[in-house]
């Protein structure tokens, strides 16, 4: 059975930073990729930056030059650095996972931006 366990969200003032990590195993088959999407209350869920298993990164335009994510292939845990945080990053974070076949997801952590 596939378990995402997530951590590190919270509560930050406008222009702070964060960290997201997730740690994901039991997957059926080698993991493809990892990432995070986000989802703000009556809004549909969104992605906010992914890394494929060639370590190609991609990210929503609105995050670009603010977040970084990060993998560590060895132990499948992937990170979200959030920099230059605003407002309209208040949202739901949700770690994601792809194998070949099945797509995983996290439990969901809490990131509000406000003063």
């Known amino acids: 059975q596939a378990q995402l366990v997530e951590s590190g969200g919270g509560l930050v003032q406008p222009g702070g930073s964060l960290t997201l990590s997730c740690a994901a195993s039991g997957t059926r088959f080698t993991i493809y990729s990892m990432g995070w999407y986000r989802q703000a209350p009556g809004e549909q869920r969104e992605m906010v930056a992914k890394?494929?298993?060639?370590?190609?990164?991609h990210y929503a335009d609105s995050v670009k030059g603010r977040f970084t994510i990060s993998r560590d292939r060895r132990k499948n845990v992937v990170t979200l650095r959030m920099n230059s945080l605003k407002p309209e990053d208040t949202a739901v974070y949700y770690c994601?996972?792809?194998?070949?076949?099945?797509?995983?997801w996290g439990q969901g952590t809490q990131v509000t931006v406000s003063s």
């Open positions: 994601h996972v792809e194998d070949r076949e099945l797509e995983y």
């Open positions: 890394i494929i298993s060639d370590g190609a990164e």
